[in-house]
């Protein structure tokens, strides 16, 4: 299949994807009992049955679910996402306000996990392949472990007590300071303070799962036939590791990091939780609980068009790789 | 978030207690330093949970009070005792009829763009806007209002079809908030773009709100009263988990808490340390009470016997002294002790679980045949072990129990419906009788579509006739005796299980003065809180 044709069937199918997520959760968001006017009226203390009525007419929640539907694809396929009668704001002006946040926090955690995470797993494997500080591979492998196995609210609460509390390297919460007033560059910096943590206790969990799949990987890769051939050919042991086994290794690691980012799409609920950051997870969270309709399909719409699009850059990716990784297979074997 | 998450922020009134005259005479003796008011600083606060909106027409949750009136204000405020003060009225007279209310308003006060602020927008904002929108104030005013006009620039006259009482109760921000008339008049309130920069008389003026992150408010410099407020802002910041909350009150960068915003084991431990204030006034107008709510339409509950046994099954001392640390005071009957015309000699329900046993076998039910849910709302940890006391404590006098946790929406919608065995709510009764407890007994509130309602069903003429006789009359003594025999009443009926008046606890940094100064701490403008240097 040539690229053009790969193109367009995976756009084909993420279009039908997207349809599928709007119209299942359309109905499935309306199976929590409650609606978003008893949820305003009950956080009110007060309202009665009179109100509540006039809400519902007002969100258009007296419409048949049918007709709400059609008139929310319509709206969709114009970008018009509706309006959140709950916050007073179209609901995509909501989500383009959080958007920012998830995708700074996300690419952080993601850059940091992958980087160093892979960097581990080499360092590990090398250890393992040259047969000198095997102390070494322990250490990695056993903080990796731990990391692994640590729940990450526990970890972010502890990070905060830790460099916040403690050491007060890194604020505790939000995005920026906000009575500060920065500007330019210091006001980069001052986000980059704030990211630290939570993107760090974020990336601490993949950051360990990287370095395990890149270890295991890469000793997978070290006992092959065409590793044997290179170093007998006189490769250098660092040019061997480098463009014969971690690149060949790579393979599942770009697969996972393609779950990864699906994951980390859809937000970071416990860590924008714990840090106040104001990302989409939260947005996301909160409009469930509030039963904001317009706002939670909104959220799921984008979101899910976010998965898909990295899905299909991991899909690109490992194409891209794959045809590399078997030119330098066939080099090194010939 | 959830829909009692909101009045976990509560407290009771003391009415015109000791520490009233106290603080006034500390304040007098220490003289100059007292009065050394400095202006500056920006006081953190804490959005919890995020409202979604400050536009406190259209919305009156707690957490849009607390933002909300910074930026809009009422005509009156009240103090701790719920006396009437000025705010956006300098005078005002009731006729002796109690039919006619006449307003003298402020000269020279402007919305934050500039424009005058007229009789006419509190003309809109009382006859056309508020009756359209507000979640509880459209109610009284569409069945008490007959008319309100604009008499003069600044002189504004309403008229009710009948007296009303606590309708002097009612022109805080929070309850009748003014809006401006020349951005709301002949738009679609609800999606006028202005919510999204509301613009109102208050000390504050609306700068900015990164949802998810913070909302910021700036000094008004044009602020009607000359030389306020001291502070240059505030920042509400948006911090969803409870223990990051503690950690910022702890680094200083959030000055002040309210009991809502912690776990209560936080609040005590935050409470010792050095140079933090902690009150429990300033809640007095919300004045909310606990309680559990039965379904009286089903068996066994719709039996009286079998709901005071429960009554004696609970002990009311225990739930406060050790579920919840000391928080919150046992409630005594249906009023709590610091709405008006609270009685405490009326039945008690000491706890005693022989006497339930022995209740419940005078009542020839056999109450563990039907097994019931109880369906929790959490507000927290405190309150999930209370759930779990209340359903051991029925458990010993023979019910049979679950517990079924259900989230906000899922909460009220059921309890709408009346579609529960039986539950917990936390209703404000809003100082007043007739304001706030009235709705959650009256037999013509038994109507489905809000939990806030007679949503378990109760129903008795007697008192039903006592609530009406007792909403027209303007005698404070002929109204007390009249409310008092209705709390007799419901004790006897135990028309809902009542738990605890609500304590609503605000934290402070000892360098915010004035922090706490009304019956509304939480609708309050804080145009006169400072920074101590």
């Known amino acids: 299949m040539n690229l053009a044709a790969f193109i367009a069937t995976k756009l084909g199918k993420a279009l039908g994807v997207l349809l599928g997520v709007v119209v299942i959760n359309f109905f499935l968001i309306r199976l929590a009992p409650g609606d978003p006017a008893q949820v305003l009226a009950g956080e009110s203390g007060a309202g009665d049955a009179q109100y509540v009525e006039n809400l519902r007419r007002q969100f258009g929640l007296d419409q048949p679910l049918p007709t709400q539907l059609a008139l929310y694809l319509k709206g969709a396929v114009q970008l018009d996402l509706g309006y959140s009668y709950r916050n007073h704001v179209p609901v995509l002006d909501l989500i383009l306000e959080r958007l920012p946040a998830t995708l700074l926090l996300m690419a952080a955690a993601f850059v940091l996990s992958i980087s160093l995470g892979v960097a581990l797993g080499a360092l590990a494997a090398r250890t393992r392949y040259r047969n000198r500080h095997r102390w070494l591979d322990s250490v990695v492998m056993s903080s990796a472990m731990l990391l692994y196995a640590t729940p990450l609210f526990w970890l972010s609460l502890l990070s905060i007590i830790v460099f916040s509390v403690l050491l007060g390297w890194f604020p505790a919460f939000g995005m920026e300071t906000v009575t500060a007033g920065h500007t330019g560059w210091a006001r980069v910096a001052d986000i980059g303070a704030h990211l630290v943590l939570p993107a760090g206790s974020l990336a601490a969990f993949f950051m360990a799962v990287y370095a395990r799949l890149t270890r295991a990987s890469m000793l997978e890769v070290m006992g092959m036939d065409f590793v044997r051939t290179a170093r007998a050919k006189g490769v250098t042991a660092g040019r061997v590791l480098r463009v014969h086994v971690l690149r060949n290794a790579l393979m599942p690691v770009v697969t996972f990091a393609g779950v990864q980012l699906g994951q980390l799409a859809g937000g970071a609920i416990l860590t924008e939780t714990v840090f106040g950051w104001p990302g989409i997870g939260r947005l996301m969270f909160d409009a469930l609980m509030q039963r904001d309709y317009q706002l939670l399909l909104g959220v799921f719409l984008v979101t899910s068009a976010m998965v898909v699009g990295f899905n299909f850059v991991a899909d690109l990716v490992y194409r891209l790789l794959g045809a590399g990784a078997a030119s330098a297979g066939t080099r090194g074997t010939s | ?533």
């Open chain 2, 1 to 533: 978030m959830n829909a009692i998450d909101t009045f976990r922020d509560c407290t009771p009134r003391r009415r015109m207690r000791p520490w009233f005259a106290a603080a006034a005479l500390s304040a007098l003796l220490a003289g100059p330093a007292a009065l050394a008011q400095t202006r500056g600083g920006t006081l953190g606060l804490i959005a919890s949970p995020e409202p979604p909106s400050m536009v406190l027409a259209m919305n009156s949750l707690v957490a849009a009070q607390y933002m909300g009136s910074k930026v809009f204000q009422g005509l009156l405020t009240y103090d701790g005792s719920m006396k009437p003060r000025p705010e956006l009225a300098k005078s005002w007279k009731v006729s002796p009829d109690g039919l006619t209310y006449t307003f003298e308003l402020q000269e020279g006060v402007k919305w934050h763009d500039g424009k005058p602020f007229t009789a006419a927008d509190a003309e809109f904002s009382i006859g056309k806007m508020l009756p359209a929108v507000h979640v509880r104030t459209r109610v009284v005013l569409n069945n008490y209002m007959a008319s309100v006009k604009a008499t003069g620039p600044l002189t504004l006259e309403i008229r009710l079809k009948s007296p009303f009482a606590p309708f002097i109760s009612m022109f805080e921000a929070g309850t009748m908030p003014m809006m401006p008339k020349h951005l709301y008049d002949g738009t679609d309130y609800a999606t006028n773009p202005v919510n999204q920069k509301p613009v109102g008389t208050g000390p504050f003026v609306f700068k900015e709100w990164k949802r998810g992150a913070y909302a910021r408010l700036d000094r008004n410099p044009d602020y009607w009263k000359k030389g306020l407020p001291y502070l240059d802002g505030i920042v509400f910041y948006v911090i969803p988990d409870t223990a990051s909350r503690a950690v910022a009150f702890e680094k200083g960068e959030v000055h002040m808490l309210k009991g809502g915003d912690l776990e209560v084991s936080d609040m005590r431990r935050l409470q010792k340390m050095p140079g933090v204030d902690y009150t429990t006034k300033g809640w007095e107008l919300f004045s909310p009470q606990y309680h559990v709510q039965l379904n009286h339409r089903k068996p066994p509950f719709d039996n009286v016997k079998v709901r005071q046994a429960i009554q004696h099954a609970l002990d009311r001392d225990f739930i406060v002294n050790t579920i919840f640390e000391g928080l919150n005071r046992p409630a005594t009957g249906p009023f709590t002790a610091t709405t008006l015309f609270h009685d405490k000699a009326i039945p008690q329900y000491p706890f005693d679980l022989n006497k339930a046993r022995a209740l419940i076998r005078e009542s020839g039910v056999d109450v563990g045949k039907t097994p019931v849910k109880l369906m929790t709302v959490t507000l927290g940890g405190n309150y999930d072990r209370l759930f779990e006391y209340i359903k051991q404590m029925m458990e010993q006098v023979g019910f049979k129990v679950t517990l079924e946790a259900a989230d906000a929406g899922t909460w009220a919608s059921k309890v709408s419906n009346w579609d529960f065995d039986l539950t917990t709510n936390l209703p404000y009764q809003f100082g007043d009788p007739a304001l706030g407890v009235q709705r959650l007994y009256i037999t013509r509130n038994i109507t489905k579509g809000s939990p806030f309602g007679n949503n378990q069903g109760y129903s008795n003429p007697k008192a039903d006739a006592l609530w009406d006789q007792a909403g027209v009359e303007l005698d404070p003594a002929k109204r007390a005796r009249l409310y008092s025999e209705l709390q007799t009443i419901l004790a006897m009926d135990v028309a809902n299980n009542w738990l605890f008046d609500s304590d609503m606890p605000t934290l402070s940094r000892s360098t915010v003065r004035n922090a706490v100064t009304s019956a509304h701490s939480l609708t309050d403008s804080l145009d006169t809180v400072y920074f101590q240097k």
